[in-house]
């Protein structure tokens, strides 16, 4: 409701609100990048600048903005209008979704849980100042998060359980890597063959504590 009293604009509080309580929908379609077109009809980006400015400047909504293929130090934004959006609260995120909590951990075959958990990874990087950024290769490669850490770019996938590692093994095609992260609820550990350290979800926030101390 706060959103009407800092905004002027009855158009403007409207259209964050819709913004705010589509979130959760459009990142649980096959392509997650937030599109303003499936939220307001008729309306293009531009003209939304004041809705999402408002909702990212109280970080009540967190972006993460899309990198291509060969990825540099220190990460720049390639394209404003590529972007995934969260909640900052994974609270209000799971009341968004109308799900009981329980059912994103109990349920294995819930396809809403891989999305629970890049929101809470989103948090968690946010709560350390690191910038937001995903990572699209070719045909359906992905990784979930993008960091710096002192020049070195590390890609995160963030998983529920096992993975394979199709995505990874496609960035590294276009990026030299030393070490790459997967954030899931397996238990800690390090392949050296893969160059992949898998932590748990409880640890993230210890480990990015870590890197950024």
């Not at 077109?37 to 903005?65: C, G, H």
Request: glycine share 4%; aromatic share 14%; hydrophobic share 35%.
């Amino acid at each position: 409701m706060d959103m009407g009293l800092y905004q002027t604009s009855t158009e403007s509080i409207i259209r964050s609100r819709l913004v705010y309580n589509d979130i959760y929908k459009q990142l649980n379609k096959g392509n997650k990048n937030f599109k303003i077109s499936q939220t307001v009809e008729n309306v293009k980006n531009r003209d939304m600048i004041n809705p999402y400015f408002w909702l990212t400047t109280a970080n009540i909504v967190l972006q993460a903005f899309c990198l291509k293929e060969k990825v540099t130090s220190p990460l720049i934004k390639e394209d404003d209008s590529l972007f995934r959006m969260y909640l900052s609260d994974v609270g209000m995120f799971t009341y968004q979704s109308g799900l009981k909590y329980e059912s994103f951990l109990r349920d294995k075959d819930n396809s809403l849980s891989g999305i629970y958990y890049e929101n809470y990874v989103t948090t968690e990087l946010v709560a350390r100042k690191i910038n937001l950024f995903y990572w699209k290769g070719k045909r359906d490669s992905e990784l979930e998060f993008i960091i710096d850490v002192n020049q070195n770019i590390i890609p995160i996938d963030v998983k529920k359980g096992k993975s394979k590692l199709n995505s990874l093994n496609e960035f590294r095609n276009h990026n030299e890597n030393d070490i790459a992260i997967k954030v899931s609820s397996n238990q800690y550990g390090y392949s050296e063959e893969n160059k992949l350290m898998t932590l748990p979800f409880y640890y993230l926030s210890f480990y990015l504590k870590s890197i950024k101390d």
